[in-house]
């Protein structure tokens, strides 16, 4: 007898593991119709390109690899940050030079460390480059001034002027810069001076001659058809909903896009209600996510919001890409940036605390995916720190691509956290589970699918090329770990 309990108990021992360990299954089904046709993944070239630029040419060089190529982040945008001078800014990495001398006069030859970095986005094939700026030349200012100050009415031809001209520059350099954006956060001029970096405020009853000073510059020169104006890069989506009506009529068909920011870290209604307010005022008009940073919180999202502390975790890395599925999920949107994705706030000196870079801290700041010394200058450090944010985000500067399409994924088991991307001949399953437990997610393709590989990014992995779904009947199984994101790859031809 004693000896039949024991065989009892080893039976049930197994059992009682492979219940408490199955993954969760979730099925669901790829649509056949397309949601959207994606423009660019992207970031900010403010400021750091003047510190990078006295780091050896060798690191230079690493670091556009690590931004633009196919083995790095593979961006598809770029932001160029055309300066106004850093008048009145008290910080000098925050202050680019300016090519304004006078009206209609130029020096080429100044902001030497943004058009480095610019060009190298030009020489990788960066598809969208955009020069965007903070202020007018300062000459141009209501305070002379690169901040505090604010457009003046009146002007508006003689800073679309400045800016045709400069586009007109690089594009006969080779340097397609196809998108122009006016003005930052209009709703602030930066101050008080000295301040800590350069802006314009620009009244929404203001914007309006902005744009059309620009979009006459371009025309005047011919690139209407090849450079698109976009407006107005409110700081939140409040504030774009509300003074789209004192500005936007009047120029709705000279703008290729509504350019917006996140500051307010909207949850799911509010970016809803600010899509359905837009598409019923401006039917047809593109909205483009294009600045965001300096959050901690959750990979579910929780405990988001506008605050300082440096997490290069996994945990901080999720919880961005949860901003961007909101942004090209949720809000159909077609483009995204994120902010200046090289930092120097790492909140801590990693030549004499190692660990440094890899462990969070309160007086850091989440605004880049890459990051260098501070101190570089005197301690000699050129060394550039990777987190989980760079490989998280190399999901989408990878996969979602100019051209691609979203294809919506259906059924009562599809995530916010789940993305089908379609190219001509492959699909990408961007998939994030934030939960600590495994799940699997059962998936079927509106036509022929067969798996390769995928690439998984969790807390122990970079970016690790892992095995394909596995085929089941008629659909395919995604395993997804806990705390990661994990793209699938499908060639779309028959097994």
Not at 271 to 293: A, H, N, Q, V
Not at 332 to 341: G, I
Not at 404 to 421: E, L
Request: proline letters at 6%.
């Amino acid at each position: 007898m004693t000896r039949n309990k024991n065989k009892i108990k080893i039976l049930l021992v197994p059992t009682l593991l492979l219940w408490t360990f199955v993954p969760i299954v979730n099925a669901a089904t790829v649509s056949s119709t397309p949601a959207q046709t994606f423009h660019g993944i992207g970031g900010s070239g403010a400021w750091w390109p003047n510190d990078l630029i006295n780091f050896p040419l060798s690191t230079r060089q690493n670091l556009s690899s690590l931004l633009f190529s196919p083995s790095g982040l593979g961006l598809s945008s770029y932001r160029y940050n055309v300066g106004a001078g850093g008048v009145n800014v008290s910080n000098p990495t925050r202050a680019p030079e300016t090519f304004y001398v006078a009206p209609g006069v130029y020096d080429f030859s100044k902001d030497a460390a943004g058009v480095y970095f610019l060009t190298q986005a030009a020489a990788f094939g960066v598809q969208h480059l955009t020069m965007f700026a903070n202020s007018a030349p300062a000459p141009l200012t209501s305070g002379k001034a690169s901040c505090n100050g604010q457009f003046v009415s009146g002007t508006g031809e003689a800073y679309g002027t400045f800016l045709g001209d400069v586009v007109q520059h690089f594009r006969g350099t080779g340097v397609g810069i196809d998108f122009v954006s006016p003005m930052n956060e209009p709703d602030s001029s930066f101050g008080p001076s000295p301040c800590g970096q350069e802006g314009m405020q620009v009244l929404p009853s203001q914007r309006a001659e902005v744009v059309n000073g620009l979009y006459d510059a371009l025309q005047a020169r011919g690139l209407t058809s090849s450079v698109g104006i976009i407006a107005d890069e409110s700081s939140s989506l409040g504030n774009a909903e509300n003074e789209y009506a004192s500005w936007l009529p009047q120029v709705v068909n000279r703008v290729a896009a509504l350019a917006h920011h996140t500051y307010d870290f909207p949850s799911d209604a509010s970016y809803t209600s600010y899509i359905s307010s837009t598409d019923r005022l401006f039917p047809g008009k593109s909205t483009w996510m294009t600045e965001i940073c300096c959050s901690l919180g959750n990979p579910d999202g929780s405990g988001r919001g506008y605050s300082e502390g440096y997490d290069p975790t996994i945990k901080n890395a999720l919880m961005f890409s949860g901003l961007v599925f909101q942004s090209l999920i949720l809000a159909n949107e077609t483009h995204y940036d994120f902010w200046t994705l090289v930092s120097s706030q790492l909140g801590c000196a990693p030549l004499t605390n190692p660990s440094c870079p890899i462990v969070p801290n309160s007086v850091g700041w989440n605004d880049g995916v890459i990051y260098y010394d501070p101190n570089y200058a005197t301690n000699g450090n050129f060394n550039l720190y990777i987190n989980k944010h760079f490989w998280a985000y190399k999901h989408f500067g990878n996969f979602v691509k100019p051209g691609s399409q979203r294809r919506p994924i259906i059924g009562s088991d599809a995530s916010k956290f789940t993305m089908a991307v379609a190219s001509a001949d492959t699909y990408y399953i961007l998939a994030m589970n934030p939960n600590t437990s495994d799940s699997n997610l059962t998936l079927t393709f509106p036509d022929a699918a067969c798996a390769t590989n995928a690439f998984r990014t969790s807390v122990s992995e970079d970016f690790a090329e892992i095995s394909g779904a596995v085929k089941s009947d008629s659909s395919w199984v995604l395993a997804l770990e806990g705390t990661s994101l994990t793209t699938y790859v499908f060639n779309r031809v028959s097994c």
